[in-house]
Structure formats: structure tokens, C-alpha cells
């Protein structure tokens, strides 16, 4: 209590000013589409340290000097406005920006590309859906945390799945949330497609680390994405033809500038196409598919509130029958998200948000053979109501508080089988628990060229009953304290600017996490079982430490940075040795605790606006682990153990229609458990495997490229088309994907041969995708 | 099993749209150093077998594979004994080669193999003169000293629980082709953790196990309970949409096993470790009771039923 007193004090005696100030606020939005803009900047022309962004939801405030200025708006890809106003009173100021639709009318905005060394935030990018659009996609499946993993410290679980491994946490530690709702489950077949359509998105943030207090419940990583609003003005109608999928998304008002709406829906079929051929067979009805379904409508009460109602579902099925054995699986599995939000601008310089937010991600199998039934069922269900409050008393503080109470249901393999006499169940419960949060944070300009990030961040998890102990048996009832935590974890990065162009940055967080997964497989899988913290699991606690110089080059148009960074984990589990499932048995007791710990640099060269943009990446890094019942407490590399990543992308404008784009990855190959020898039992052979993650397979590397027909000059008609051509490995490299072992052995007769192969599954993939836009009105 | 199979039909799924490639790799793994790996099993006395014991020695995975390699495997002169009750009993170690052609054929014909395509010289640790008391409840240790080495473990033998009643069901999508599923029904004992493992044989095949051939009973414990029972295959025919079924006109064996938890444990993980292949899986390490050592001494109750499946 007393570091929150005094960080309350502290914040209240740095934004006490004497001057007559003046507050001007508003929200910044897209001309022609009516899409709230984050990050979007606004400052005074004549004096830049005078300057604010508008928030997740395009809200700004700016209090200022009574006095005449000339304010720049501006957004990256958008041509700046500049409004003069005189201030002798609170002004409210809404305004559109035009998005660039030629390349030459894009202005250059050096205030803008300055972020990168004034702001105080380290290890955050954000990805405008626009560029990713026009990244090389495997099969054309445009998918935003793809290219995520062409940012260094990030890299991918395995070959082209979209899984993310950041700063050497596993996928369990990254807070992926879409529209504030906690998305559990990332992945579509396996993880090879993320659940996030592009159509349906408009922005993407990711903080690899050192996140302000307002993120919490993941030690990793933070991405938040958010879905479009829905356009207020015109109705449109997009969508796109791919090789295995389609996409079509409707917007448009309900009621001109006061509410609109969106729907985007996508949908695979690259096993529809088989249903002919099979449906005379023993296995007709066979299938899998994915899809998505993202709907947002939003409603504008008055000039100071806001309504958001934003929902997703999404869902792979999969069916397997063979009438011949009678047998048949049906396995549906996906994720379910829901978001209430009402904002409202307390006072000229408050804003507030309130949220209702429902998240599921639930896991069915259900199979049967003659009269033989199984079902197992298992899923995380939350119910959270969250409210944050943006405060900026003047220019050179942005405060922020907030609570977040979330109510955590999360079920086990339930399982239910039948013989058809007698039914049998696992006797597991579902596990609940109570995550409390509350923190509070400043964004402070101490001074022209010194500024801070520090906050407090406080979450509490109680465990409830039912629950039985494994440590003494007993028996906790209903909503029954079994176990509570409290972790405090302050957060503080600060900025200081050696000159205009550069600065040095620094900061330590600490983070808990007490909803947990650990994933026995290279990827996460549908069939992985969250837990919560109970007396016998811990809550995971990362620290980070990193310190970074930042520096603009050539009148800001080349951003770079090298950032170090450390990150003490501790509470992490695994497996132990020799773990098989065992749907009958409490997961948390087949875990082993232990430590672990990332370190590494990261190298960012960074080209932004013109013709030509892209950038470099460069990360060396080590992450480790260890657990004193594994290997007798053996440090050893963890499977997110990349030594060496490297990416260059690079999109070229080639003409007003043509872009060329490209991205080149080359990583040191995934550790794994490799095979020490073979003896034999009952006349085969078994393997022995040796020292974990020991071996490393063959280096990673590849080349995709794309290009994108877009008519621009079309642009300006009600219907418009574009094409994407793309190529996945373009020099086919066999990457190996995975390694199996063959035996050909008969130990009687003395002939036997045993190999281990590897499998590289992507090679050459060629793809391309037809989109369309379709706008009541002429311009976008 | 049931997730292993759906997750290697999503892989296939996946890969059917893409053109893979294989190719071996080699590791150099000449500094490997064998290990000493047991493979016994205490069985009651209905065993066709007196207790032995098989001792071998583990090779480097990429190591040159043959007859004078397998031969080398075979550890010899070591002094092995079980203990029961404090009381020793020395097993004594036979080789193929040591017995009379008669005895030899006769063994391996057991052991379902032809004695002339067999090259390799089998030895063994037997109790020859079945001195050891195989009772159930009882605790076993065993004692191995090879040369400089001492290798233990331990187990007991549980007690039996039998196979209530089976019978055979045609199946219902093929009744012409004489395809059986054989049903049985066991009474579990309640409030314990029971272990079971089973094999099978057809006509005059030797007895193997299924490729998934134990089972625990945490989903039935005390319940009546009724289940199929696979016919084993053996590992290098190819599987089939009659795979696991029996067929009318058969005389077939089911030989029908409690097993100690450490046996549980060890036929678990190493029938699992098979099938473990493939981008989604993770390797597991077989969970043998073998102390200094690879491998596993398993103390087992078993009966076999014989019956014959009637012709249509």
C-alpha cells in the first residue's frame, strides 16, 4: 500500500501546473469510412513537445496554454490535417484524416516517425492491416501474426504455423486479446492459420515486453488487435477467392454518423472439393473445415458516449466417419468472444471505458464405434467487467487507471464413454478461480528529452472450490477458498534523448500469469488443457529487464534500434519425464516446476515511408530452463530456443498499380530431444533418447515473395478488384518440418537397419487470391 | 490412441496439399556408451515359461546394425539372482546354442519363430529348476553384477483377476466376409488401482500383444464392465480395414494378464513412444524400474483361454 500512496502522490504533485490552460479533445477518425484512428498524433506545429495521441478508441485530449496554434493531426499512410485554433476556451475537435490514395500524396510526417525515439515504450511495434496486406501470405491466407513473426524477438513455433514465440516465452505467456477479450486458442488446423481475418482487423499492437501496468495475466508478451468499427458512412462490400478459402465482409451506418456495423465471415474449403469423389464410400461425410465470424456495431449515444458491441466466433470441424467399422469422430473445437463497451468522456481531459467481456474456447470430441461412445469435453470460459480511465491533466502526463475483475471457469478433459449398458466419466471438475486486478500508470515528460513510463499493477487470484487437494485430501466445497495470491508488479521504462534523433531507453516489469498451459507437442494443439494457479500450481512470474538505443536516420526516414533484454521466469512448468495423457488424471499432477531464464539483443533497421519500405531484424538470443525433477535439474535449451534470427522484408511500390514485396527468414534450427540408441525388448527395437533438446535440426531459411495488382486509379469507382500472387519458398528449401524413425528389423534373423528422417513439407507454394471492394459511394 | 490417430488424419490432411520430401539424417554418436538393459518377467505358475531373465546391452542408434552386432548384445557370465523373503536363488544362463536341436526348435517354436532362419544366439538367465515361489502379493528384488556393474529392481506379482465371460459378435457392416469382434466382461475389484495386459494368438500363432496392450482401470474401477478386445496384429503386416477382428472358423488364445504398476508404467510409455510420430507429438521416455539400467522386471498374473469361433 505504501508504494501506491506514494506513486499517487507522486503523479498528482507532477501534474499540478499554475498556468491557465485550456483543454481541446475529440476523436480522430477515417474520411470515408468513419474508422476511429489509434495512435494517431496531434501536436502543436510550432512546439512538438506539445503533443498527444488518441487512445484505442481515437479519442484525444490535449490541455494546453490559452494561446493561438496551428495543430497537425497525422497518421502513418494518411495525409496530415492541420486546423488553427485559437484557445481561450475548451474546444471539442473531431476530425477525418484521408487516407493516401496515391503514393505522392502521402505527406511525410518526421513528428510521427519520431515515436520511435520520444515515446516511452521499448519493444512495441504495431502493424496497420494495410501492410500486412501486401505481405507475401502461404496460400494466400493473409494472417497478421505471420508477420509478427518477422519481427526480431519474435519467432514462430514451427514452419508455417502462426503459433508465436516472444523473447523466448512460450505461447502460453503471450495476452492475445481481440477487442479486449482474451483469445486462448490462436489457431485454426493446428495452429497453420490464425483465427484473425484480415478484413475484419484494423490495427495490431504487439509489446514484447516491459508492457505498462495497464496489460496483465501473461509474463511474455502483449498483442492486442482490434477489429474495425464498421463504416459509418457508406456501405461496402469486400471480400476475397482464395485457394482454400473465401472472405466477405458488409459494413456500412444504421444510422448516418450516429451507428454502424460490420460482419466479416471467412470459410475453408479445400476439402469440400473431395465430397464428390468420396460420398460412395465407406468414408463419406468426411470432412474439415474452418471459419470465422467477426460482427461489430457500434452506437454514438451523444458527442460523450459511445457503445461497442463486438463479437467473434469461430470454429473448426472435423469429422471423420467410416461406415465399414462403424466408426465415427466428430470434433468441433473454437473460440467464442464478446465485448460491451461504453465510452464516455467524463470531463474535457477524462476518459472513460467500461467493458463486459465474455470469452470461451471449448474442445468436443466425440467418437463411436458400434455401440461404444466417448466424449471429451474441455474448455476456459471467462466472464470479466473491466474499467480504465484515460486522465491527461496536461501535455506532459498521461495518467491511466484501472480494475478488471474476471471470473475463470476451466474445464479438464472431461470425459464421458458408454459400452452401451453402463456410462463411466472421469471423476475431474471444473476448476474456477477469481483473477482481481488494479493498477495505475503515468506517462511522464519530465522534460524535454526525459520521460518515464512507471506504474503499479496489483492482481490477486483466488481458487475456489470444488477442489480436492492432492497435497492433504481435503475436500473443498463450492466456491470454497482454496488458495489466493497476491503479486504486485511495478513497471518502469524510462526515455532519455541524447539529441532530436536519438535516445536511450530503459525499463524492468514484472508480470504473474496464473492461468497456465503447457503444450506436449512443437505447437499448441486444440487438445491442450489450460489450468489455473491452485495450491499446487504456482503463478508464473516473469521480470524483464532491457535497455535499448534508439536512432532516426536521414530526416527520420530510417528508424533503427538494438535493444537487450533478460528475463527471469519463474513457476514455469513442464511435463514430467516419461508423461503420457492420461484422460482419467488431474493434469496439474503430471506437472514438474522449475526456472527459467531469456537473454539476447535485437537489432531493427527499419524503412517506413517512400517507394521502398521495410526493415531488418536481427535477434541473438539463449532462452533456458530448468526443473530439478528433469535431468536431475540440467539446464537445458527450451523448444523457443533460437540463437540466431534473422528477417529482411522489403515492399517495393513499382508503379501506381504494381507493388513487389518479399520477406526473407533464416533462423538456427529448433533444438530438439534427439535419439541416443536403441535396445531391444520382446525381439524389437526401442529407442533411448538422450539428454533433452540436445540436437538442433538443419538451419531455417526461406524466401517469399508476392505481387499485388491494385488498380488505384479504379479506386475511385463504387467497385474495385485487386489480385495477390504470391510464392512460399521461392528457391525451395527443404526445411525440415519434422523427424520420424524408421525400423526395418527382425532381430532373429540378424538384419536390421534403423534411420532417423527428416520431413520438410512446405517446398515451393505458389498461390493467388482475387479481392474486391464494393462502396456505395465512389470514393474510399 | 484415439488423438494420436485424429491428429496424424489432420497431418495428412495438411499434407495432401503439399509435396514433401524425406531425407535421412545422421548424427555422429560414436562416443555413446552401451547400456545394460533387463528384460524380465515374474509370471504365476500357470507360465509356460520358468522365470529368466534377458540381458543385453543397448547400441548407439546410428551404429552399423547386424548378425555379429545382435550376437554382441547378449551379456554373458553375469551373476543373477532373485530374492525372495531373504532367500537368493541364482538364475543360470542357457544359450540356443548350448541346447540340443530338439529343445532348441521346440523353444523357439514357442517363441513363434524357424529355427533355421534364426542366426542369432539367443541366451537367457533361467530359473532351470523352478526353485523361485511365485506368490502372489510377494515382493521380488532382483540382482544383476556384470563385471563391474550392479544392476537392481524389484517388483511383485498381483493378484489375478479373471475375464468374466466373452463372446463374438459379426460385424455389422460386413457379415459376409467372416469378420468377427470378439466382446468380453470383466468384474473389477473395487478401490485399487488394477493393471491389465493381454495378447492374442489365431490358430497355431504364437501369443503377442496388441500394439496398445495395457490398460489401467481409473475409468471402471469396480464397475461390471464390458469392452472389445483387438486382435493383436503383429508389427510387420499392414494394417487393414479388418484389422483387429478375428474370423469365424478360428481357434484362438487370449492369454489375459494383471501387471504390476512398474510393468504398467513401462509397456505405457513404450507402446505410446512407438507411436509417437510425426509434427504433433513429443518424444516420451520409457518409464523402465531398472537401477542403473534400461529395461523392466515385471512381476504378471496371468491365465490364457483358448476358444473357437464358430463358423457361420
Request: aromatic share 14%; hydrophobic share 35%; glycine share 6%.
Amino acid at each position: 500500500m505504501k508504494i501506491s500512496t506514494l506513486l499517487l502522490l507522486t503523479i498528482f504533485l507532477n501534474c499540478v501546473s499554475a498556468q491557465k490552460t485550456y483543454t481541446i479533445n475529440g476523436y480522430i477518425t477515417e474520411k470515408g469510412s468513419g474508422e476511429s484512428l489509434i495512435g494517431a498524433n496531434v501536436y502543436v506545429q510550432s512546439n512538438t513537445a506539445l503533443s498527444t495521441s488518441s487512445n484505442n478508441y481515437g479519442f484525444y485530449s490535449m490541455t494546453i496554454p490559452e494561446g493561438e496554434y496551428d495543430l497537425v493531426f497525422s497518421y502513418t499512410g494518411y495525409n496530415n490535417e492541420v486546423r488553427h485554433i485559437k484557445l481561450d476556451h475548451d474546444l471539442s475537435l473531431n476530425l477525418n484524416l484521408n487516407s493516401g490514395i496515391l503514393l505522392e500524396e502521402v505527406v511525410i510526417n518526421s513528428e510521427e516517425l519520431k515515436k520511435n525515439v520520444q515515446s516511452n515504450q521499448m519493444g512495441t511495434q504495431e502493424l496497420n492491416i494495410e501492410t500486412v496486406k501486401k505481405m507475401p501470405a502461404l496460400l494466400g491466407e493473409v494472417d497478421v501474426l505471420k508477420i509478427l513473426q518477422l519481427l526480431p524477438g519474435v519467432s514462430s513455433a514451427s514452419e508455417g504455423t502462426s503459433g508465436l514465440y516472444i523473447r523466448g516465452g512460450g505461447p502460453d505467456q503471450n495476452l492475445v486479446q481481440l477487442d479486449e477479450a482474451i483469445v486462448y486458442n490462436t489457431g485454426h488446423l493446428l495452429g497453420f492459420f490464425s483465427v484473425f481475418n484480415s478484413d475484419a482487423i484494423k490495427n495490431t499492437k504487439l509489446i514484447k515486453g516491459n508492457m505498462p501496468a495497464e496489460y496483465g495475466g501473461r509474463i511474455s508478451s502483449v498483442i492486442d488487435v482490434q477489429m474495425k468499427d464498421g463504416n459509418d458512412e457508406n456501405y461496402a462490400i469486400e471480400g476475397g477467392i482464395g485457394i482454400i478459402s473465401s472472405r466477405l465482409t458488409v459494413q456500412g451506418p444504421i444510422s448516418n454518423n450516429k451507428s454502424s456495423f460490420i460482419v466479416s465471415g471467412r470459410r475453408t474449403y479445400a476439402l469440400d472439393i473431395v465430397q464428390p469423389f468420396i460420398k460412395n464410400s465407406s468414408y463419406a461425410g468426411t470432412n474439415y473445415y474452418f471459419y470465422d465470424l467477426n460482427s461489430k456495431i457500434n452506437y454514438k449515444i451523444s458527442s460523450k458516449d459511445r457503445l461497442y458491441l463486438s463479437t467473434y466466433f469461430g470454429r473448426d470441424v472435423f469429422v471423420y466417419k467410416s461406415k465399414d467399422r462403424g466408426f465415427g469422430v466428430n470434433l468441433p473445437y473454437g473460440n467464442a468472444t464478446g465485448t460491451l463497451r461504453w465510452n464516455h468522456v467524463l470531463r474535457k481531459n477524462m476518459f472513460s471505458n467500461i467493458s463486459l467481456i465474455f470469452n470461451n474456447y471449448d474442445f468436443k470430441l466425440a467418437a463411436s464405434q458400434e455401440e461404444f461412445s466417448v466424449t471429451v469435453k474441455s474448455g476456459v470460459k471467462d466472464y470479466s467487467t473491466k474499467m480504465d480511465i484515460d486522465y491527461y491533466p496536461n501535455t506532459n502526463h498521461h495518467i491511466k487507471t484501472g480494475l478488471r475483475y474476471t471470473y475463470h471457469s476451466l474445464t479438464p478433459n472431461l470425459v464421458n464413454a458408454s459400452n452401451g449398458e453402463v456410462d463411466f466419466s472421469t471423476k475431474l471438475e471444473t476448476k474456477y478461480g477469481h483473477e482481481n486486478e488494479i493498477y495505475l500508470q503515468d506517462d511522464w515528460k519530465v522534460r524535454s528529452n526525459i520521460g518515464i513510463n512507471y506504474g503499479l499493477r496489483v492482481s490477486n487470484f483466488i481458487h475456489v472450490g470444488p477442489y480436492k487437494s492432492s497435497i492433504d485430501s481435503q475436500i473443498y466445497k463450492n466456491n470454497e477458498l482454496v488458495k489466493s495470491y497476491v503479486v504486485p508488479e511495478p513497471r518502469i521504462v524510462f526515455n532519455y534523448g541524447i539529441n532530436a534523433n536519438s535516445s536511450i531507453k530503459g525499463g524492468v516489469s514484472v508480470a504473474s500469469q496464473y492461468i497456465h498451459l503447457v503444450s506436449n507437442s512443437g505447437s499448441t494443439l486444440p487438445t491442450d488443457i489450460w489450468i489455473p494457479s491452485t495450491e499446487l500450481v504456482k503463478p508464473q512470474i516473469g521480470i524483464q529487464y532491457a535497455l535499448g538505443y534508439f536512432r532516426n536516420l536521414n530526416d527520420n526516414l530510417i528508424e533503427t534500434s538494438i535493444e537487450v533484454y533478460f528475463k527471469d521466469l519463474r513457476n514455469q512448468l513442464d511435463y514430467r519425464e516419461s508423461y503420457v495423457e492420461d484422460f482419467a488424471a488431474e493434469v496439474e499432477q503430471e506437472y514438474v516446476f522449475g526456472k527459467g531464464r531469456a537473454y539476447g539483443v535485437e537489432l531493427y533497421i527499419a524503412k517506413k515511408k517512400g517507394r521502398f519500405t521495410g526493415w531488418i531484424g536481427y535477434t541473438l538470443s539463449r532462452t533456458e530452463r530448468w526443473f530439478e525433477k528433469i535431468e536431475s535439474g540440467r539446464v537445458f535449451p527450451a523448444v523457443y530456443d533460437r540463437p540466431h534470427d534473422l528477417t529482411i522484408v522489403g515492399n517495393y511500390q513499382i508503379n501506381k498499380n504494381w507493388v513487389f514485396s518479399s520477406s526473407f527468414v533464416y533462423a538456427t534450427g529448433r533444438a530438439y530431444t534427439p535419439i541416443k540408441s536403441l535396445f531391444i525388448i520382446d525381439g524389437s527395437p526401442n529407442v533411448e533418447y538422450g539428454p533433452r533438446n540436445s540436437a538442433r535440426l538443419e538451419d531455417y531459411h526461406r524466401l517469399d515473395i508476392a505481387f499485388i495488382f491494385d488498380n488505384k486509379e479504379n479506386k475511385s469507382k463504387s467497385f474495385h478488384h485487386s489480385w495477390a500472387f504470391s510464392i512460399y519458398n521461392v528457391y525451395n528449401r527443404k526445411n525440415p518440418f519434422f523427424t520420424y524413425t524408421d525400423f526395418d528389423t527382425d532381430v532373429f534373423s540378424g538384419n536390421a537397419q534403423a534411420k532417423q528422417i527428416k520431413v520438410s513439407v512446405f517446398t515451393l507454394i505458389p498461390s493467388v487470391t482475387w479481392n474486391f471492394y464494393w462502396s456505395s459511394n465512389s470514393k474510399k | 490412441m484415439l488423438m494420436n490417430q485424429i491428429k496424424i488424419f489432420i497431418a495428412l490432411i495438411l499434407l495432401t496439399g503439399f509435396s514433401s520430401c524425406e531425407e535421412e539424417i545422421v548424427q555422429d554418436n560414436s562416443d555413446y556408451e552401451p547400456q545394460y538393459v533387463v528384460e524380465s518377467y515374474l509370471e504365476n505358475a500357470n507360465s509356460a515359461f520358468p522365470p529368466y531373465l534377458l540381458l543385453t546391452k543397448s547400441l548407439g542408434f546410428y551404429s552399423k546394425f547386424d548378425t555379429s552386432i545382435l550376437n554382441k548384445l547378449f551379456v554373458s557370465n553375469a551373476k543373477v539372482s532373485i530374492t525372495l523373503n531373504q532367500q537368493k536363488y541364482p538364475l543360470q544362463e542357457i544359450c540356443l546354442s548350448q541346447l540340443p536341436p530338439e529343445t532348441r526348435k521346440e523353444i523357439l517354436k514357442n517363441l513363434g519363430q524357424n529355427s533355421d532362419s534364426v542366426v542369432v544366439d539367443f541366451c537367457a538367465y533361467i530359473d532351470v529348476n523352478g526353485a523361485i515361489p511365485l506368490l502372489v502379493g510377494q515382493s521380488y528384488s532382483l540382482e544383476i553384477i556384470a563385471g563391474l556393474d550392479t544392476i537392481r529392481s524389484a517388483t511383485n506379482i498381483p493378484e489375478y483377476i479373471s475375464l468374466d465371460s466373452f463372446w463374438f459378435e459379426d460385424i455389422p457392416k460386413v457379415p459376409n466376409l467372416g469378420y468377427v469382434q470378439l466382446y468380453c466382461i470383466i468384474n473389477d475389484k473395487a478401490d485399487r488401482k488394477d493393471y491389465y495386459r493381454y495378447f492374442t494368438a489365431s490358430q497355431d500363432e504364437v501369443l503377442i500383444p496388441n500394439f496398445s496392450s495395457v490398460v489401467n482401470d481409473f475409468f471402471f474401477d469396480g464397475k461390471k464392465f464390458k469392452f472389445t478386445l483387438s486382435k493383436a496384429e503383429s508389427g510387420d503386416i499392414s494394417f487393414d480395414d479388418y484389422s483387429g477382428y478375428f474370423k469365424r472358423g478360428d481357434s484362438i488364445r487370449i492369454k489375459w494378464c494383471t501387471i504390476a504398476p512398474e510393468q504398467y508404467n513401462f509397456w505405457n510409455t513404450l507402446e505410446v513412444s512407438r507411436t509417437r510420430q510425426g509434427p504433433f507429438s513429443s518424444y516420451v521416455r520409457i518409464q523402465g524400474n531398472i537401477k542403473n539400467g534400461l529395461g523392466i522386471f515385471g512381476g504378471q498374473n496371468c491365465q490364457t483361454y483358448t476358444m473357437y469361433v464358430p463358423k457361420m
